[in-house]
Protein backbone atom coordinates (compact mmCIF):
# COMPACT_ATOMS: atom_id res chain seq x y z
CA UNK A 1 0.00 0.00 0.00
CA UNK A 2 1.91 2.86 -1.40
CA UNK A 3 2.41 5.93 0.66
CA UNK A 4 2.00 9.47 -1.22
CA UNK A 5 3.74 11.06 1.35
CA UNK A 6 6.52 8.96 0.29
CA UNK A 7 7.63 10.08 -3.25
CA UNK A 8 9.95 7.47 -5.17
CA UNK A 9 12.82 9.55 -4.96
CA UNK A 10 13.11 9.32 -1.16
CA UNK A 11 13.20 5.16 -1.37
CA UNK A 12 16.63 4.16 -0.90
CA UNK A 13 18.37 1.24 -2.73
CA UNK A 14 21.01 -0.66 -2.79
CA UNK A 15 23.09 -1.46 -5.66
CA UNK A 16 21.68 -4.25 -8.29
CA UNK A 17 23.68 -7.56 -8.86
CA UNK A 18 21.68 -9.00 -12.41
CA UNK A 19 21.53 -12.52 -12.86
CA UNK A 20 19.44 -14.56 -15.75
CA UNK A 21 16.78 -16.26 -15.46
CA UNK A 22 14.15 -18.12 -17.76
CA UNK A 23 10.63 -17.79 -16.98
CA UNK A 24 8.11 -19.41 -19.95
CA UNK A 25 4.09 -18.69 -20.05
CA UNK A 26 2.52 -22.04 -18.56
CA UNK A 27 -1.01 -22.33 -18.58
CA UNK A 28 -3.56 -24.86 -16.72
CA UNK A 29 -6.39 -25.21 -14.49
CA UNK A 30 -7.44 -23.02 -12.00
CA UNK A 31 -9.08 -24.75 -8.74
CA UNK A 32 -12.43 -23.53 -7.64
CA UNK A 33 -12.36 -22.07 -4.10
CA UNK A 34 -14.46 -20.68 -1.42
CA UNK A 35 -15.62 -16.88 -1.13
CA UNK A 36 -13.27 -15.05 0.21
CA UNK A 37 -13.83 -12.84 3.26
CA UNK A 38 -14.33 -9.04 3.64
CA UNK A 39 -12.46 -6.90 5.58
CA UNK A 40 -14.65 -6.85 8.96
CA UNK A 41 -14.23 -10.80 9.13
CA UNK A 42 -10.53 -10.78 8.17
CA UNK A 43 -8.16 -12.13 11.41
CA UNK A 44 -6.09 -9.43 12.43
CA UNK A 45 -3.51 -11.89 13.42
CA UNK A 46 -3.65 -13.19 10.89
CA UNK A 47 7.77 4.22 -11.09
CA UNK A 48 5.28 4.08 -14.01
CA UNK A 49 7.37 3.33 -16.93
CA UNK A 50 6.87 3.77 -20.55
CA UNK A 51 6.31 0.35 -22.42
CA UNK A 52 6.49 -0.48 -26.29
CA UNK A 53 4.09 -3.20 -27.17
CA UNK A 54 6.07 -5.93 -26.46
CA UNK A 55 6.90 -7.50 -23.67
CA UNK A 56 9.48 -10.08 -23.05
CA UNK A 57 8.34 -13.36 -21.75
CA UNK A 58 11.76 -15.02 -21.09
CA UNK A 59 15.29 -13.69 -20.25
CA UNK A 60 15.42 -11.50 -17.68
CA UNK A 61 17.47 -9.87 -15.10
CA UNK A 62 16.74 -10.99 -11.43
CA UNK A 63 17.29 -8.73 -8.01
CA UNK A 64 18.59 -10.79 -5.32
CA UNK A 65 17.41 -11.10 -2.09
CA UNK A 66 19.52 -8.61 -0.59
CA UNK A 67 18.60 -5.73 -3.15
CA UNK A 68 14.62 -6.49 -3.00
CA UNK A 69 14.27 -4.20 -0.05
CA UNK A 70 15.21 -1.22 -2.75
CA UNK A 71 11.47 -2.06 -4.13
CA UNK A 72 9.32 -1.70 -0.93
CA UNK A 73 7.37 1.94 -1.49
CA UNK A 74 7.22 2.94 2.19
CA UNK A 75 4.27 1.16 2.34
CA UNK A 76 1.59 0.85 5.30
CA UNK A 77 -2.02 -0.14 5.81
CA UNK A 78 -4.06 2.08 3.57
CA UNK A 79 -7.69 3.39 4.91
CA UNK A 80 -9.39 2.72 1.80
CA UNK A 81 -12.36 4.04 0.25
CA UNK A 82 -15.93 3.31 0.81
CA UNK A 83 -17.65 1.04 3.22
CA UNK A 84 -17.05 -2.99 3.94
CA UNK A 85 -16.86 -5.69 2.06
CA UNK A 86 -19.58 -7.80 3.45
CA UNK A 87 -20.72 -10.64 1.07
CA UNK A 88 -24.55 -11.92 2.16
CA UNK A 89 -25.08 -15.24 1.23
CA UNK A 90 -22.79 -14.82 -1.40
CA UNK A 91 -24.68 -11.67 -2.71
CA UNK A 92 -22.54 -8.34 -2.97
CA UNK A 93 -23.34 -5.58 -0.04
CA UNK A 94 -24.44 -2.63 -2.38
CA UNK A 95 -22.15 -0.94 -0.31
CA UNK A 96 -18.69 -2.90 -1.81
CA UNK A 97 -15.98 -1.14 -2.81
CA UNK A 98 -14.54 -4.10 -4.87
CA UNK A 99 -11.38 -6.22 -4.57
CA UNK A 100 -10.88 -9.38 -1.90
CA UNK A 101 -9.19 -10.35 1.16
CA UNK A 102 -8.35 -13.47 1.84
CA UNK A 103 -8.02 -14.27 5.75
CA UNK A 104 -4.64 -15.87 7.08
CA UNK A 105 -5.32 -19.80 6.99
CA UNK A 106 -1.60 -20.95 7.03
CA UNK A 107 -0.34 -20.22 10.77
CA UNK A 108 1.58 -18.02 12.55
CA UNK A 109 5.19 -17.04 11.64
CA UNK A 110 6.40 -18.37 14.79
CA UNK A 111 4.52 -21.80 14.14
CA UNK A 112 6.01 -22.36 10.65
CA UNK A 113 8.59 -25.30 10.22
CA UNK A 114 10.62 -23.12 7.71
CA UNK A 115 11.58 -21.14 11.09
CA UNK A 116 11.95 -23.96 12.93
CA UNK A 117 14.40 -25.82 10.48
CA UNK A 118 16.23 -22.32 10.49
CA UNK A 119 17.16 -22.15 14.38
CA UNK A 120 18.09 -25.97 13.88
CA UNK A 121 20.22 -25.65 10.98
CA UNK A 122 21.90 -22.42 13.04
CA UNK A 123 20.67 -19.98 9.67
CA UNK A 124 19.01 -17.37 11.96
CA UNK A 125 19.70 -16.38 15.33
CA UNK A 126 17.45 -17.12 18.47
CA UNK A 127 17.81 -12.79 18.58
CA UNK A 128 16.56 -12.71 15.02
CA UNK A 129 13.85 -14.77 14.85
CA UNK A 130 12.35 -12.89 18.51
CA UNK A 131 12.86 -9.94 16.44
CA UNK A 132 11.10 -11.03 13.19
CA UNK A 133 8.22 -13.03 15.16
CA UNK A 134 7.76 -9.34 16.65
CA UNK A 135 7.48 -7.31 13.96
CA UNK A 136 5.64 -9.92 12.01
CA UNK A 137 2.91 -9.51 14.43
CA UNK A 138 2.42 -5.46 13.27
CA UNK A 139 1.97 -6.70 10.10
CA UNK A 140 -0.45 -10.07 8.17
CA UNK A 141 -0.42 -13.20 9.42
CA UNK A 142 1.43 -16.05 6.53
CA UNK A 143 -0.87 -15.84 3.30
CA UNK A 144 -3.18 -13.22 4.48
CA UNK A 145 -3.90 -11.45 1.35
CA UNK A 146 -5.41 -7.42 1.06
CA UNK A 147 -7.13 -6.70 -2.07
CA UNK A 148 -8.65 -3.69 -1.37
CA UNK A 149 -6.71 -0.63 -0.62
CA UNK A 150 -5.29 1.09 -2.98
CA UNK A 151 -2.06 -1.54 -4.15
CA UNK A 152 -3.18 -4.44 -6.60
CA UNK A 153 -2.40 -6.65 -3.81
CA UNK A 154 -0.30 -7.25 -0.41
CA UNK A 155 0.64 -10.39 1.27
CA UNK A 156 1.89 -12.37 3.58
CA UNK A 157 3.80 -11.44 6.97
CA UNK A 158 5.53 -8.09 5.28
CA UNK A 159 2.74 -7.37 3.43
CA UNK A 160 4.30 -7.21 0.41
CA UNK A 161 2.89 -5.64 -2.65
CA UNK A 162 2.33 -5.66 -6.59
CA UNK A 163 2.15 -1.80 -7.12
CA UNK A 164 0.16 0.22 -9.94
CA UNK A 165 2.50 -1.37 -12.57
CA UNK A 166 2.20 -4.90 -11.78
CA UNK A 167 5.75 -4.50 -10.37
CA UNK A 168 7.16 -4.31 -6.37
CA UNK A 169 8.49 -6.86 -3.98
CA UNK A 170 6.02 -9.53 -4.43
CA UNK A 171 6.50 -10.17 -8.64
CA UNK A 172 10.72 -9.78 -7.37
CA UNK A 173 10.25 -12.46 -5.16
CA UNK A 174 7.96 -14.27 -7.61
CA UNK A 175 10.91 -13.86 -9.61
CA UNK A 176 13.24 -15.25 -7.12
CA UNK A 177 11.07 -18.26 -6.33
CA UNK A 178 11.16 -18.99 -9.99
CA UNK A 179 14.65 -19.68 -10.47
CA UNK A 180 15.30 -21.22 -7.00
CA UNK A 181 12.27 -23.89 -7.67
CA UNK A 182 10.27 -24.07 -11.56
CA UNK A 183 8.48 -26.89 -11.08
CA UNK A 184 6.71 -25.13 -7.93
CA UNK A 185 6.51 -22.07 -9.45
CA UNK A 186 4.68 -23.55 -12.27
CA UNK A 187 2.39 -25.34 -10.12
CA UNK A 188 1.72 -21.97 -7.77
CA UNK A 189 1.89 -19.60 -10.20
CA UNK A 190 1.87 -20.14 -13.66
CA UNK A 191 -0.73 -22.35 -14.46
CA UNK A 192 -3.05 -20.56 -12.29
CA UNK A 193 -2.11 -17.53 -15.33
CA UNK A 194 -0.01 -15.83 -13.17
CA UNK A 195 3.29 -15.53 -15.20
CA UNK A 196 6.83 -13.33 -14.23
CA UNK A 197 7.85 -11.17 -17.22
CA UNK A 198 10.42 -7.98 -18.50
CA UNK A 199 8.80 -5.37 -20.40
CA UNK A 200 10.77 -4.14 -23.50
CA UNK A 201 11.47 -0.97 -22.75
CA UNK A 202 12.99 2.63 -24.14
CA UNK A 203 15.57 4.66 -22.94
CA UNK A 204 15.50 8.25 -23.57
CA UNK A 205 17.93 7.60 -26.25
CA UNK A 206 15.85 5.74 -28.06
CA UNK A 207 17.44 2.26 -27.18
CA UNK A 208 14.81 -1.12 -26.59
CA UNK A 209 15.88 -2.86 -23.65
CA UNK A 210 14.35 -5.13 -20.94
CA UNK A 211 13.18 -3.55 -17.79
CA UNK A 212 15.30 -4.18 -14.58
CA UNK A 213 12.49 -4.16 -12.64
CA UNK A 214 10.06 -7.50 -12.77
CA UNK A 215 6.35 -7.56 -13.80
CA UNK A 216 3.46 -10.03 -13.40
CA UNK A 217 0.93 -10.39 -15.60
CA UNK A 218 -2.42 -12.56 -15.47
CA UNK A 219 -4.58 -14.33 -17.71
CA UNK A 220 -7.25 -15.92 -16.83
CA UNK A 221 -6.58 -20.43 -17.77
CA UNK A 222 -10.44 -20.42 -18.35
CA UNK A 223 -10.30 -17.99 -20.88
CA UNK A 224 -8.16 -18.57 -23.97
CA UNK A 225 -8.82 -15.93 -25.76
CA UNK A 226 -7.78 -13.09 -22.96
CA UNK A 227 -4.76 -11.06 -23.45
CA UNK A 228 -2.29 -11.26 -20.59
CA UNK A 229 -3.09 -8.35 -18.07
CA UNK A 230 -0.82 -6.14 -15.87
CA UNK A 231 -0.46 -2.55 -13.57
CA UNK A 232 -3.52 -0.71 -14.30
CA UNK A 233 -5.40 -2.89 -16.16
CA UNK A 234 -4.71 -6.05 -13.65
CA UNK A 235 -5.89 -3.42 -10.17
CA UNK A 236 -9.09 -2.46 -11.95
CA UNK A 237 -9.77 -6.03 -13.01
CA UNK A 238 -9.48 -7.83 -9.73
CA UNK A 239 -11.27 -4.54 -8.29
CA UNK A 240 -14.07 -4.52 -10.50
CA UNK A 241 -17.03 -4.51 -8.56
CA UNK A 242 -19.53 -6.33 -10.86
CA UNK A 243 -17.08 -9.56 -11.51
CA UNK A 244 -16.12 -10.28 -7.71
CA UNK A 245 -14.98 -13.93 -9.23
CA UNK A 246 -13.01 -12.59 -11.18
CA UNK A 247 -10.95 -10.81 -8.66
CA UNK A 248 -10.85 -14.04 -6.19
CA UNK A 249 -9.85 -16.34 -9.49
CA UNK A 250 -6.96 -13.53 -10.16
CA UNK A 251 -5.44 -13.07 -6.29
CA UNK A 252 -6.24 -16.19 -4.81
CA UNK A 253 -3.26 -18.03 -6.28
CA UNK A 254 -1.42 -15.68 -4.43
CA UNK A 255 -3.09 -16.20 -1.22
CA UNK A 256 -2.44 -20.03 -1.76
CA UNK A 257 1.18 -19.68 -2.81
CA UNK A 258 2.17 -17.68 0.44
CA UNK A 259 0.61 -20.70 2.83
CA UNK A 260 2.89 -23.42 0.42
CA UNK A 261 6.02 -24.51 2.61
CA UNK A 262 8.17 -23.76 -0.62
CA UNK A 263 7.45 -20.25 -0.74
CA UNK A 264 7.55 -19.53 3.16
CA UNK A 265 10.86 -20.70 2.70
CA UNK A 266 11.44 -17.92 0.52
CA UNK A 267 9.57 -15.30 2.43
CA UNK A 268 11.61 -16.17 5.33
CA UNK A 269 14.99 -15.70 3.54
CA UNK A 270 14.06 -12.14 2.34
CA UNK A 271 12.68 -11.23 6.01
CA UNK A 272 16.14 -12.10 7.29
CA UNK A 273 17.41 -9.35 4.61
CA UNK A 274 15.15 -7.05 5.40
CA UNK A 275 16.72 -7.33 9.48
CA UNK A 276 19.90 -6.75 7.79
CA UNK A 277 19.20 -3.91 5.57
CA UNK A 278 17.23 -2.23 8.59
CA UNK A 279 19.63 -2.74 11.70
CA UNK A 280 22.34 -1.94 8.73
CA UNK A 281 21.33 1.26 8.12
CA UNK A 282 24.33 3.99 8.30
CA UNK A 283 23.77 6.67 11.30
CA UNK A 284 27.16 8.86 11.67
CA UNK A 285 29.45 6.58 10.11
CA UNK A 286 28.35 3.64 12.33
CA UNK A 287 25.34 0.64 11.95
CA UNK A 288 22.27 1.23 13.46
CA UNK A 289 22.75 -1.82 15.31
CA UNK A 290 25.80 -0.52 16.87
CA UNK A 291 23.87 1.73 18.69
CA UNK A 292 20.96 -0.56 19.88
CA UNK A 293 21.51 -3.92 20.83
CA UNK A 294 18.18 -4.04 22.16
CA UNK A 295 15.96 -6.14 20.70
CA UNK A 296 12.51 -4.30 21.21
CA UNK A 297 14.66 -1.18 19.72
CA UNK A 298 15.95 -3.31 16.60
CA UNK A 299 12.34 -4.59 15.97
CA UNK A 300 11.31 -0.94 15.83
CA UNK A 301 13.50 -0.20 13.14
CA UNK A 302 12.30 -2.97 11.07
CA UNK A 303 8.75 -2.55 11.67
CA UNK A 304 9.62 1.21 10.20
CA UNK A 305 11.92 -0.02 7.41
CA UNK A 306 8.70 -2.39 6.41
CA UNK A 307 6.71 0.31 6.07
CA UNK A 308 8.13 3.57 5.61
CA UNK A 309 12.16 2.87 4.89
CA UNK A 310 12.80 6.05 3.17
CA UNK A 311 12.32 7.15 7.08
CA UNK A 312 14.35 4.88 9.06
CA UNK A 313 17.69 6.80 8.49
CA UNK A 314 16.81 10.08 8.86
CA UNK A 315 14.41 9.50 11.81
CA UNK A 316 17.41 7.61 14.17
CA UNK A 317 19.87 9.90 13.04
CA UNK A 318 17.38 12.73 14.36
CA UNK A 319 16.83 10.63 17.70
CA UNK A 320 21.21 9.86 18.05
CA UNK A 321 21.26 13.48 17.27
CA UNK A 322 18.68 14.21 20.28
CA UNK A 323 20.61 11.55 22.64
CA UNK A 324 24.24 13.26 21.87
CA UNK A 325 22.55 16.75 22.50
CA UNK A 326 21.43 15.38 26.05
CA UNK A 327 24.39 13.23 26.84
CA UNK A 328 27.45 15.11 25.62
CA UNK A 329 30.03 13.57 26.93
CA UNK A 330 28.82 10.00 26.02
CA UNK A 331 31.75 8.51 23.72
CA UNK A 332 31.17 9.22 20.08
CA UNK A 333 31.80 5.64 18.74
CA UNK A 334 28.84 3.48 20.12
CA UNK A 335 31.03 0.39 19.88
CA UNK A 336 33.18 0.99 22.22
CA UNK A 337 30.10 1.59 24.62
CA UNK A 338 30.50 -0.44 28.09
CA UNK A 339 27.40 -2.43 29.18
CA UNK A 340 26.90 -0.32 31.50
CA UNK A 341 26.93 2.90 29.55
CA UNK A 342 24.69 1.06 27.05
CA UNK A 343 21.98 0.00 29.75
CA UNK A 344 21.61 3.75 30.47
CA UNK A 345 21.95 5.04 26.75
CA UNK A 346 20.10 2.33 24.41
CA UNK A 347 16.47 3.20 26.65
CA UNK A 348 17.48 7.20 26.27
CA UNK A 349 17.87 6.41 22.33
CA UNK A 350 14.96 4.52 21.79
CA UNK A 351 12.77 7.06 23.91
CA UNK A 352 14.27 9.39 21.38
CA UNK A 353 13.59 7.57 18.08
CA UNK A 354 10.14 6.48 18.93
CA UNK A 355 9.63 9.80 19.36
CA UNK A 356 10.05 10.84 16.26
CA UNK A 357 9.75 7.72 14.55
CA UNK A 358 7.24 8.00 11.54
CA UNK A 359 5.29 4.99 10.04
CA UNK A 360 1.87 3.77 9.98
CA UNK A 361 -0.28 3.75 13.31
CA UNK A 362 3.30 4.52 14.75
CA UNK A 363 2.02 4.88 18.72
CA UNK A 364 0.46 1.45 18.15
CA UNK A 365 2.69 -0.16 16.62
CA UNK A 366 5.24 0.67 19.21
CA UNK A 367 3.29 -0.32 22.17
CA UNK A 368 2.53 -4.16 20.70
CA UNK A 369 6.31 -4.68 20.18
CA UNK A 370 7.08 -3.50 23.62
CA UNK A 371 4.54 -5.52 24.85
CA UNK A 372 6.10 -8.31 23.12
CA UNK A 373 9.53 -8.17 24.38
CA UNK A 374 8.46 -6.98 27.65
CA UNK A 375 5.49 -9.43 28.60
CA UNK A 376 4.26 -8.51 32.59
CA UNK A 377 5.46 -10.84 35.03
CA UNK A 378 3.47 -14.06 36.06
CA UNK A 379 1.72 -13.18 38.90
CA UNK A 380 3.20 -14.91 42.00
CA UNK A 381 0.44 -18.04 43.33
CA UNK A 382 -1.65 -16.69 46.40
CA UNK A 383 -1.41 -13.07 45.44
Not at 177 to 184: G, T, V
Not at 192 to 210: A, E, F, N, P, Y
Request: aromatic share 6%.
Amino acid sequence: MADPNVPPEQITTKPITFQPVTNKLFTGGLDAQDTPLSPDQVNQDTTNQQTDSTTANCPGPTLPLSALAGLAKGIGQGKGRGKGGKLKGGVKDPNWRGGVVFKNTAGSFQDQPALKDALKAGTITNDDARTLIGVSQNEGGTNTLQGQDSETASVGWLQVTINKNGQGELPALIEQFAKKDPEAYKRLFADKGLTIQHDSIKTKGGKTVLDAHATIYYKDPNQPNMKPITGRALRAYTKDKNNHLAAENALRPLHDAAGDPAFIKLMLEYFQNRLKTAIGTNVNGHPLSSYVHNLEARADALDQSVNRPAYVKPDFTKAVKQFYKDNPLAPKNPDSWTPEQRAIYEPQILKDYLAVRRTYDATNRAKRLHNYFNPPKPKAKGS
